[in-house]
């Protein structure tokens, strides 16, 4: 299967459009999934799934919602995202760290404006 997403303005806000796509396989014909159907059902009755997706499908719709801009709701980012945060960081660190053990070799800044030790 794969995932089509894409932006559109819906009434007065914004929403996507997802198509799906089932490439041609084993002498099948390409084809496409069409509107969910809508069934009643009874209270405590169980409810079946509406589709079953490999984990690589998964990460597919995943990653077209967010290149349409669909974040998570809890608001945070990808792992790439923290873990290039984080690298950055750590180099912040060093180069303040730096900066601190080259100006207090020198001179120390204390109190006031231009008082030194």
């Not at 099948?28 to 159907?37: A, D, I, K, Q, R």
């Not at 009755?45 to 499908?57: G, K, Q, V, Y």
């Not at 660190?93 to 070799?105: G, I, M, N, W």
Request: hydrophobic content about 40%; charged content about 20%.
């Amino acid at each position: 299967m794969k995932f089509m997403v894409d932006k559109v303005p819906v009434y007065m806000g914004r929403g996507v459009e997802v198509r799906i796509f089932v490439p041609q396989s084993a002498g099948n014909s390409p084809c496409y999934v069409g509107l969910p159907t809508m069934h009643p059902i009874s209270e405590g009755e169980m409810i079946p799934p509406a589709m079953h997706l490999r984990t690589e499908e998964a990460q597919q719709l995943c990653d077209a919602l967010w290149e349409a801009g669909v974040r998570p709701t809890n608001g945070e980012g990808s792992t790439g995202q923290l873990a290039a945060t984080q690298a950055h960081l750590v180099d912040m660190k060093t180069l303040a760290f730096h900066a601190l053990k080259v100006r207090s070799s020198n001179t120390a800044v204390r109190g006031g404006a231009g008082e030194t030790k």
